[in-house]
Each structure stands twice: as C-alpha cells, then as structure tokens.
C-alpha cells in the first residue's frame, strides 16, 4: 500500500500544479484561451520509451497515460485547457504515471507512450460530455499522430493498447478508428478506470468485450465503486461491460485481492464492487472522484493480476496464430 500512497502524493502534486509561466507555444482559438503546439512524435522528447524485450514472443505495449494538470495561464494572461508537451515539467508529472505502469506492463514487450496534450482536470470536473468532447479532440489529435508513428515504426508487430481514466478513453477511440488489418494485430485493449458506452460498440467491431483471461481481440473494461451508487456516469456510465480483474468473470463471482478485499460484478451495472477496502490513500479530486468510488486506483489495486494477464493473453495471442 506504501506504492500507491506515494503514487497517489504525486498525483495529486500534479493536480494542484498551475503554472504561470509555460513556454508559449503554438496558437489560441481566441484572445482569452491558449492551445500548446502540437507534438511531432519523429522528435524521441515526445516519448517515454522501455526497449528491453527479449523474447520470442512479446508483443508492444502502447499505452496511455490519465489526466495530470490542471489549467494553467500563460505570461500574457491566457488560459490553457491542456497539458503542454513542449513543458519538461508536464512532461515529468506524465513520467510519474508512465514509468510505473512501464514497470509491470512493459515486461510484454517493448513499451511505447506518448506525451499528448490531454486535456486538465478542470475539463472533467465539468462533467459535461459535451465540453469534455470538444476539448478531446485536440487530445485525440495527438493519440491518433503518435499511433500511426508507432504503427510506421513497428510495423507487423503484435501490440498491446491500455489507458487509464483520460487514457481510456483515448484508447475506446482508436478502436474506433482502427483499421481492420492494424486490428488483427491486437492482442487486446485494456480500459482502466473509464467507459465503453453501448453507443461504441456500435461503433465498430473492434470493440469485443472480454469473456474469460486468455481470449484476444477483446476489450477489458472495469470502474471500480464501494456501492453502486457511487457510480460516476463521466468515466463510468452507461457502461456496456466490465471483467473482474482478479478472477476474470463477468458474472457476479466474487474474487479475494490481498486476502481481505473482494471484488465481485455487478452484471447490472458493469461495474466493480469492492469490499473490504477503503481507498483513504487517495484524496478526493474536485469532489467528485474517489468519493465512493475507486477511480485513482485502477491501475494499482489489480496491478498484478493485469501483469499476469497481458503476459497469458500474449501467450494466447502467439498459440492461436501458431506461432
């Protein structure tokens, strides 16, 4: 628990950063917003990279990281809905996220994440579709570019996608945008701490929800909550599905995590129900993340049965194309 306690100080840190003077770069869309430059992701600065792999059968990881500033104004008194890629300061409070997921995802394969200007905290706390969308687009620019860099660069490669929060989201929408030959190389995509609505798998056959801990293609999507009326509908609702981390059903099974903390489905609700434990490492976000529900945590609560479950399902992926 020390890790997360740490992992959360520092993202918190983060969130409380409101610059005054960043490098202004780029162009507003008006006299009173800012928009950084975007990134050219042929610049190595514009990534966190961890080539170590190895192995016969490994497979990339492709991940993206969650939300970490908040808004900020330039010199000239401009405000800034985004994270500036340009800053080395943001750059470093995204490291705090990357490095540790790099730790325990990356032992797939070579690890690949991308700084993107994703969009402040003050976007979601909104809880507004319609703004948080809006905003995304700029953020969704930059995933789409460093995507397509990092298909030119590792091409026929066999690739695992995962985000946390922001980063989900991000992830549900290269889905969406993948093309079929680019989405046969998917070994899956994992979702943490953000929605796959009905309305995206609608959208597109590359979303397949994960049934069991070995199939591939497949999505894995889960939110987790002490009760579920502390579901938060920005990253959690309606959901079309969700896998329970620790014993990989999707029925109301309950799974023991830690020897006191158990987890169980709730079919109804495509959430996460955890009991037994109480998430006081992570202080509220604006009111209305980690009050009732888990939302600081998804990516380190279950952080080993995510590290076995990539390595089985690249192993999965290699069996079922005989290789």
């Given amino acids: 628990m020390s890790d997360m306690k740490h ?11 409101a ?3 960043q490098n202004d770069k780029g162009a507003g869309t008006d006299a009173a917003t800012y928009i950084p430059e975007a990134p050219d992701y042929a610049d190595d600065t514009m990534w966190y990279t961890r080539e170590n792999s190895t192995a016969d059968r490994s497979a990339d990881v492709f991940y993206l990281v969650s939300t970490w500033e908040t808004d900020w104004t330039t010199e000239d008194g401009r405000t800034c809905h985004y994270a500036d890629v340009h800053n080395a300061t943001h750059r470093a ?9 790099a730790g325990y995802m990356g032992e797939a394969g070579d690890f690949y994440s991308p700084y993107y200007r994703h969009i402040t905290i003050e976007g979601w706390a909104t809880q507004n579709e319609d703004t948080i969308n809006n905003r995304f687009r700029t953020a969704f620019s930059d995933v789409q ?3 397509e860099t990092f298909l030119e660069q590792r091409p026929d490669r066999p690739f695992v996608l995962a ?57 894995i999507c889960y939110n987790s909550v002490s009760d579920v009326r502390y579901i938060q ?9 969700c896998i329970n981390p620790v014993n ?19 079919p109804e609700h495509h959430v996460l129900v955890v009991k037994g434990y109480s998430g006081s490492e992570y202080q509220p976000i604006l009111g209305f993340l980690n009050v009732g529900d888990f939302h600081s945590a998804e990516p380190w609560l279950y952080e ?17 194309e005989g290789r």
């Fill in 163 to 219: 985000g946390f929060s922001q980063g989900g989201k991000a992830v549900v929408e290269l889905l969406k945008t993948m093309p079929a030959d680019v989405a046969r190389r998917l070994v899956a995509a994992y979702v943490l701490g953000y929605k796959v609505t009905p309305a995206d798998t609608l959208a597109t056959e590359n979303i397949r929800p994960a049934r069991g801990a070995t199939d591939t293609g497949v999505t």
């Fill in 145 to 147: 570019a460093a995507f």
């Fill in 304 to 320: 080993e049965c995510l590290r076995e479950n990539i390595r089985a399902r690249v192993e999965a992926y290699y069996d079922k």
């Fill in 93 to 101: 409070n995204m490291d705090k996220e990357i490095s540790r997921i």
């Fill in 19 to 21: 610059s005054c003077s």
């Fill in 7 to 17: 992992t959360a100080l520092l993202f918190m840190a983060a969130l409380l950063l």
């Fill in 248 to 266: 990989w059903r999707t029925d109301a099974t309950p799974a023991t995590l830690h020897d006191t903390i158990t987890v169980s489905v709730s």
């Fill in 233 to 241: 509908p920005v990253v959690a609702a309606p959901c079309a599905m």
